[in-house]
């Protein structure tokens, strides 16, 4: 397992409060295989220089500079960029506990899943727990669609998944560009394409920061209306 290569996709946009704690929280996990890709969309705060000084620090970080297209289009290039043979999303204001990956990709592999949740049903705490029992804390594995209709599990966000990204990439998955609530497009039909998946039911190794001025927490405007639309 210590060969396997997980790419993690940071899209990063005027986070220079949180960019730093997400991402050494990535670096300082007790799984050390890692490509994490960061992906800074036109920013105009002091990400770039931060995104570049984790990159002359790090082998392991790669930067893509470009201007500004939105959440989705980052993601898209990130994942162009992805080389692992499992790739996740985190967004760059949150942050993960340090044993996440590395008991993440062992259930993957353990159970031959094409994607897991890390969003547990009682998620966000703001102390992670260390260690789990991967046995008790894992749901059973579901096919895609017995996974939307009857675990109880779902959940939207492409942060909550990791994916076999030969899954994602024999599927030509693409984040819809150009829209708000590219998951919602997205990660559904992707979960729907799934043979075998499973989630997290108690551990919760993922901190999802509910900060102002984010795009779940800003106002409903004439273009998230225009996206709902287009998504339905």
Known sequence: MENTLVSIVIPVYNVEKYLRKCIESVLNQTYKNIQIILVNDGSTDNSPALCDEYKQMYDKVE???????GLPDARNAGLKRAKGEYVGFIDSDDC????????CLEIMERDDLDALVVAPSVPFREIFPYKFDSEADVSKVYDGESF?????FFVV??????FKRQFWHNNNFEFYPGISYEDTQLIPWAIAHCMRIAGLIKFSCYDYIQRNGSIMNSP???????SIAMIV
């Open 63 to 69: 930067v893509i500079h470009k201007s500004n297209g």
């Open 96 to 103: 993960i506990s340090s044993n996440c990956l590395g008991k």
């Open 148 to 152: 939307l209709l009857d675990s109880g």
């Open 220 to 226: 409903v405007n004439q273009h998230k209306i225009k």
């Open 157 to 162: 966000g492409a942060w909550c998944y990791i």
